[in-house]
């Protein structure tokens, strides 16, 4: 046994027993090995008094564009189109390699501070994110996301990159990092550029990310030009035999749209804040879940957000469709928790993540709660999911390891980042 947790308070997000009081939860190697109220036999290498905090599944955010924390602040407040056409696009065309490395060793430092364990990219410059996931010990999907630009596909260097990316990154540390087939958009890609991407992903077993209807008028325009929502026009495509895909935001999906997605075992990458920002809707998540749509939440990008605390998201998640239905029982705080782990867990094709339970992956976090904000504790999801937020993580733990404890990161030396990125 490596290590031994004590006196914890421990939401497990398991289905028999979703909370213990004065628990052990004990790792060993990359796994959790037990989780109980008697104090297990083994002595541990180390044992933490978790006396004073709660012990919960590491945090999964499903869609991000890690490099884009550059661009936190770069601009806020304007139309979507100038966003990406004056700023985004612009600022993007500048990036190098270098660059992407150490944006992404920031967003992952971030990401780490504040209880993700687990999320899934599409971007560029795969093989500098990859390699700041690879040392840092965070788990992702990661994928290259591909637009289809009227090139001979094999041809296209997006898609070499995609290749290699598969090759030499996937299943990584017993699969730590996973590779996903990435299609950007219904409107930045052609027909053939689809099918082509969803076939490599069919070929592979890989999950497939698109964004899908996030604003109106890209739902709309693809209802013009193919007389179908771009989740049906999808469908009609093949797409999705075969692959599981993971759509992004799903801001204006249909009933029919949910159908199509549940029917392939698809999940939603909720993404309430980036949506909220940049005006481009509110995702009808509650007619999904009673679809028996798997919803998951993510941060989208940090130039659409602006920081990757998914604490933010869990707490607008669980109150934002209340305010929309005008139900207060619309999504509850355990659902709201749910999304954010197990769901997002099962949407990256993992099976054994996102509860505290024996045999599990052991990606979990420690918050501290003898703050004044999280005082009273009558209950201690409700307080998780209402009043805590990303700062009141003191220890991310990723497959067993520790990288993050007390302010301190163990692999990513921060103080070099900040200063090359100033
Ligand atoms: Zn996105």
């Not at 919960?56 to 966003?83: A, K, Y």
């Not at 065309?93 to 430092?109: F, G, H, N, P």
Request: glycine fraction near 8%; hydrophobic fraction near 40%; charged fraction near 25%.
């Amino acid at each position: 046994m490596d290590i031994l947790f004590k006196n914890a308070r421990v939401i497990t997000m398991d289905e028999a027993t979703s909370y213990l009081e004065n628990a052990y939860v004990a790792v060993s190697g990359r796994k959790i090995e037990y989780v109980g109220t008697c104090r297990p036999e083994k002595t541990p290498k180390r044992e933490i008094d978790a006396r004073g905090k709660v012990i919960m599944p590491g945090i999964v955010n499903t869609h991000t564009h890690i490099p884009m924390t550059l661009f936190r602040g770069l601009s806020d407040d304007c139309e979507l189109q100038v966003w990406l056409t004056q700023y985004i696009w612009p600022a993007e065309d500048k990036l190098t390699s270098d660059r992407v490395r150490l944006a992404s060793e920031l967003a992952i430092a971030e990401m780490l501070r504040s209880g993700t364990t687990s999320f899934s990219d599409s971007y560029f410059f795969v093989d500098a994110i990859a390699d700041a996931v690879k040392s840092s010990g965070i788990r992702a999907n990661l994928s290259r996301s591909i637009v289809g630009s009227g090139e001979e596909y094999e041809e296209m260097a997006s898609v070499s990159e995609m290749k290699e990316l598969y090759k030499n990154y996937h299943m990584f540390d017993d699969g730590r990092i996973k590779v996903d087939a990435s299609i950007h958009a219904e409107y930045t890609s052609e027909t053939e550029c689809r099918i082509k991407t969803a076939a490599f992903a069919r070929e592979n077993g890989l999950v497939l990310q698109i964004h899908t209807s996030e604003t109106k008028k890209e739902h709309n325009d693809c209802i013009e030009k193919y007389g179908r929502t771009p989740t049906a026009q999808f469908e009609k495509e093949g797409l999705f035999d075969g692959v599981t895909p993971l759509l992004a935001h799903c801001c204006h999906i249909t009933e029919d749209d949910m159908e199509i997605i549940r029917n392939r075992g698809g999940s939603v990458a909720h993404c309430p804040y980036s949506n909220l920002k940049l005006a481009s809707g509110v995702a009808p998540v509650p007619a999904m879940m009673k679809k028996g749509v798997n919803v998951t939440l993510a941060t989208d990008g940090v130039a659409s957000n602006n920081n990757t605390d998914m604490f933010e998201e869990i707490k607008l998640f669980a109150t934002l469709h209340k305010g929309i239905c005008g139900d207060p029982t619309a999504i509850g705080a355990l659902k709201a928790l749910r999304a954010a782990t197990l769901n997002g867990a099962a949407a990256q094709g993992r099976s054994n993540l996102g509860r505290i339970k024996k045999g599990f992956e052991a990606d979990m976090i420690m918050l501290d709660f003898d703050r004044p904000h999280l005082i009273p504790c009558h209950n201690t999801i409700s307080n998780v999911v209402y009043s805590a937020n990303g700062s009141d993580v003191v220890m991310t733990m990723v497959g067993g390891k520790i990288l993050y404890e007390d302010g301190e990161f163990k692999t990513i030396d921060i103080e070099r980042v900040k200063s090359l990125l100033a």
